[in-house]
């Protein structure tokens, strides 16, 4: 089965509105991922969505498109907006997410939900593992830095970073514990969906989990950060991405249980 890399964060704000933080996250993407894209020759397509009364298009990926797209991304004109790679793309024409995720892929996703009564954003990337050479520690290290670079710059309430089968609609204690993924409404302020590679929490998590220097000390994890001025922070919980067996997980699990999706 093909593994993904996955990172998948939720704010519950309008963060399109927020365009200057955008730009620059989206560039971050690009300038963190250059050597992945440039070594597999991905063809990008961008994949603006605008505000209603206009039409939507896709933009095949050069500077003359990006710098274009950057400004009005700057000024908040659009609904959602995706990087992927797709050699095949028709940019007068619309696809499935089935056709705009080839395998393998590279793919960033910007996008609001107003359901519910609440604005919610979330912001994901998702890595075909075969489009690196290795999961090298310098690799490892870089996907963990654009995570948390990534949650304070978007002031994100909760997220992961894991290896993956296809989706992360579904998240393995979803699909175990038949738990509905609830990101429309405000409660992963409060709650997570499992337990991670890489855990991404805010303040109402490290408070119900006994606090910082609790959290710090006594969290099971090889590694805690404490990011964006101690109002979030940052659980590793293996050195490697490639060694998280069962009873990691489950120490976590247990650690965790004050915050589970339930």
Same mark, same amino acid.
């Given at each position: 089965? $093909?593994?993904?890399?996955? !990172?998948? !964060?939720?704010?519950?704000?309008?963060?399109?509105?927020? /365009?200057?933080?955008?730009?620059?996250?989206?560039?971050?993407?690009? =300038?963190?991922?250059?050597?992945?894209?440039?070594?597999? @020759?991905?063809?990008?397509?961008? =994949?603006?969505? !605008?505000?209603?009364?206009?039409?939507?298009?896709?933009?095949?990926?050069?500077?003359? $498109?990006?710098?274009? *797209?950057?400004?009005?991304?700057?000024?908040?004109?659009?609904?959602?907006?995706?990087? &992927?790679?797709?050699?095949?793309?028709?940019? $007068?024409?619309?696809?499935?997410?089935?056709?705009?995720?080839?395998?393998?892929?590279?793919?960033?996703?910007? %996008?609001? +939900? %107003?359901?519910?009564?609440? +604005?919610?954003?979330?912001?994901?990337?998702?890595?075909?593992?075969?489009? &690196?050479?290795?999961?090298?520690?310098?690799?490892?290290?870089?996907?963990?830095?654009?995570?948390?670079?990534? &949650?304070?710059?978007?002031?994100?309430?909760?997220?992961?970073?894991?290896?993956?089968?296809?989706?992360?609609?579904?998240?393995?204690?979803?699909?175990?514990? =038949?738990?509905?993924?609830?990101?429309?409404?405000?409660?992963?302020?409060?709650?997570?969906? /499992?337990?991670?590679?890489?855990?991404? !929490?805010?303040?109402?998590?490290?408070?119900? *989990? /006994?606090? *910082?220097?609790?959290?710090?000390?006594?969290?099971?994890?090889?590694?805690?950060?404490?990011?964006? $001025? @101690?109002?979030?922070?940052?659980?590793?919980?293996?050195?490697?991405?490639?060694?998280? /067996?069962?009873?990691?997980?489950?120490?976590?699990?247990?650690?965790?249980?004050?915050?589970?999706?339930?």
């Amino acid at each position: 089965m $093909n593994q993904n890399i996955d !990172l998948w !964060l939720v704010v519950y704000d309008d963060l399109l509105v927020k /365009g200057p933080r955008l730009a620059n996250l989206v560039d971050s993407v690009l =300038q963190t991922f250059q050597n992945i894209i440039v070594q597999n @020759k991905l063809e990008l397509v961008l =994949q603006p969505s !605008l505000k209603v009364g206009t039409s939507n298009r896709y933009w095949k990926y050069n500077d003359q $498109n990006w710098n274009k *797209l950057k400004e009005k991304l700057a000024h908040g004109e659009f609904e959602a907006f995706s990087i &992927f790679n797709n050699s095949k793309v028709d940019c $007068n024409a619309t696809l499935d997410w089935e056709d705009s995720v080839p395998n393998p892929h590279f793919r960033f996703d910007i %996008r609001n +939900d %107003r359901s519910f009564q609440i +604005d919610s954003t979330v912001v994901s990337l998702s890595i075909s593992r075969s489009l &690196f050479d290795a999961i090298t520690a310098n690799w490892q290290a870089q996907l963990i830095e654009f995570a948390k670079k990534s &949650f304070t710059l978007i002031e994100g309430v909760y997220g992961f970073l894991h290896n993956s089968t296809p989706s992360t609609f579904i998240t393995e204690y979803e699909r175990l514990y =038949q738990k509905a993924r609830v990101t429309r409404s405000a409660i992963l302020r409060d709650q997570v969906r /499992g337990v991670f590679w890489v855990n991404l !929490l805010s303040s109402n998590h490290i408070q119900a *989990l /006994g606090g *910082l220097n609790t959290v710090t000390n006594l969290a099971p994890c090889s590694s805690v950060i404490v990011l964006d $001025n @101690k109002t979030r922070m940052c659980l590793q919980l293996t050195p490697s991405i490639d060694v998280v /067996g069962d009873t990691q997980l489950q120490h976590l699990s247990t650690f965790f249980s004050p915050i589970m999706f339930n």
